[in-house]
């Protein structure tokens, strides 16, 4: 089981509890204004259009809220930002890759912000190339357990091109190649399975198993990345054991 998919998973659910939800409705209204910007605003035509308008309202993002970030992205309504796609590559503490995706209006920023963040917290900024070649973009679609079982799940998605499903605790992973997601997803629909988000992932194809002590210090650099604004996603490649995990959350 992956630690990180773990982790991601406790952080999607504190997020609905904190002050972080306004950060996380930010995020996913920014990919919607992005995703109609680049492929139209059709949601029906645009599959990553389609998928991010899915998840922010999965995330209880309001609806005015979505539709307004949709029109701004396909020029029906002016106030769209000038957003940027950029990715970081870095070192947290243990020896662990990280890749950061940013989507910011202000380049200087967001430099600056992900060096800080990893900086002050035990990490280094890398050479582009460093650490991407030990990650691989997959399709990956959630899904919540709610007496669905991991063989209702692989049964749906077999032959779609799902490669492996994952149980994530309350919840499983399919991970697919990026290219078969839309397939994957609408092989879930289809078999009228429920899901909570369909999108492209950068998953590790290496891992570095942590003790506590440095998975307590990732798990900070983690938060302090996430906390900036112009961050959309971070991926590392870390595993953590059970027993750790259940040391950190106690």
């Not at 091109?161 to 991970?175: H, L, M, Q, T």
Request: charged share 30%.
């Amino acid at each position: 089981m992956s630690g990180h998919s773990k982790w991601a998973t406790t952080k999607h659910k504190k997020a609905a509890l904190d002050a972080k939800r306004g950060k996380l409705f930010a995020k996913l209204i920014k990919n919607i204004e992005v995703a109609a910007r680049t492929g139209g605003g059709d949601p029906e035509a645009n599959p990553t259009l389609y998928d991010a308008i899915y998840k922010a309202k999965k995330s209880s993002v309001p609806n005015d809220n979505i539709e307004r970030a949709r029109k701004r992205g396909a020029g029906e309504e002016a106030g769209g930002a000038d957003w940027q796609n950029i990715t970081y590559e870095g070192y947290a503490p243990g020896g662990v890759a990280v890749l950061i995706e940013c989507l910011t209006d202000n380049r200087n920023r967001a430099a600056s912000e992900v060096r800080v963040a990893l900086t002050r917290n035990g990490g280094s900024l890398a050479d582009p190339g460093s650490v991407s070649y030990m990650f691989n973009r997959k399709g990956v679609v959630v899904v919540p357990k709610n007496g669905t079982s991991e063989d209702d799940v692989m049964m749906a998605v077999l032959d779609a091109g799902a490669e492996e499903v994952n149980d994530i605790g309350e919840e499983f992973e399919v991970v697919s190649e990026a290219g078969d997601l839309i397939a994957v997803r609408k092989a879930l629909q289809d078999a009228g399975i429920d899901y909570e988000s369909a999108e492209s992932k950068f998953l590790p194809t290496v891992s570095v198993e942590l003790d506590e002590e440095n998975a307590r210090k990732v798990f900070r650099l983690l938060d302090a990345l996430e906390d900036s604004d112009d961050v959309q996603e971070v991926y590392a490649n870390f595993d953590v054991s059970d027993e750790v995990m259940a040391s950190i959350d106690a």
